[in-house]
């Protein structure tokens, strides 16, 4: 019988995440069955069962790996003495980055979460309440230092997330700019638009 | 039998549209059905087919209109003689009203379309990218006249339209702010973010 096979650096939970992301995408998380992954992966459904447990523990591990990522790296923002446009600038770069680089997991921890199970869906819900809530403060911050424009914060921190969501769109596109030139005009687009 | 009640200014045709794209939205187009579409209007499936021959008819209908009424608008703001930041600014505010009055009905039109049969899905994509396109070449304008920044023209479409498509989570939220707070101040940051 196939086993799964690890790569460099990838422990087998990875391997099957990633195959799981991708299908979850594909098919939506409720179309997609533990057997789908199983044939994605090349291997028969009860080795899958080696590894993990259920749909459900890929999708937790999946939306936690994207949240734990995203906080960590607020939390070194935060910790940071730089204006409040550089510390945004920073929360943008890693939110595009993360698109651009982890489309996948973003995607599904994006639209999937519906599907977590309680206690984790208010864990999740909770933590994604308080994450916006902290990008907000930044940009009252930054309206009360003089940094920033006089904008609506949660308003801001609506339209900087939702914008790069939308690379989902490029993502599917024909490609006509590059990865880079993607990155740099929307960090310049939603920066300049916070400044004073 | 019950019928199909004709409210003020709505044909029969609108209301069964009406109800029908909340429906796909909740349940998605897949999953809804003429049965579900019938019960929530009270009437029976069979007094439903005097009206529309099936689901896909409802959607079509539903994807052109809102096309339609963008591409009109956007004819409208081609022809006047305004900067291309108060074109952009018009095109922006018509957006976000139609996400704010019309929710449903954009919603669909967002991400239903894949359902549209062919040559609906063809014609509805072509008619997107020529949009899309459309506003890049007032972007470009802007850049060449030096009334906008210089920004990647495909980026600020793709900021803007995603921007705007984000306030799906202010529907689904708290409210904590009203619909014109939210209009004014995404307004001010996109275009703020697109001036020179």
């Known amino acids: 019988m ?7 650096n990838s422990t087998k939970k990875e391997i099957i995440m990633e195959k799981a992301a991708r299908l979850f995408r594909e098919k939506g998380f409720g179309a997609a069955s533990m057997r789908d992954i199983a044939e994605a992966l090349g291997v028969e459904a009860a080795s899958l069962y080696n590894h993990i447990q259920s749909k459900s523990e890929i ?5 936690f790996k994207v949240a734990n990522e995203f906080i960590s790296h607020l939390e070194e923002v935060e910790r940071d003495s730089d204006t409040t446009l550089k510390k945004m600038e920073n929360i943008i770069k890693v939110h595009i980055r993360m698109m651009l680089d982890s489309y996948e997991y973003v995607y599904i921890s994006d639209h ?11 864990n999740f819900l909770n933590q994604r309440r308080s994450y916006r809530k902290r990008l ?3 940009i009252q911050e930054g309206i009360n230092r003089n940094e920033m424009k006089n904008i609506d914060p949660y308003v801001a921190v609506l339209t900087i997330l939702s914008a790069i969501s939308g690379i989902e769109s490029w993502h599917r596109s ?7 030139i993607l990155e740099s005009n929307m960090v310049k687009y939603l920066i300049e638009g916070l400044k004073k």
Chains 1, 2 share one sequence.
Do not use: F, G, N
């Open 174 to 180: 024909r490609k006509t700019i590059t990865a880079e």
């Open 2 to 8: 196939a086993r799964i096979q690890s790569k460099k």
């Open 59 to 63: 999708l937790q591990a999946i939306c």
């Open 112 to 122: 999937e979460w519906r599907h977590l199970p309680e206690p984790y869906l208010s």
């Open 136 to 138: 907000s403060d930044i």
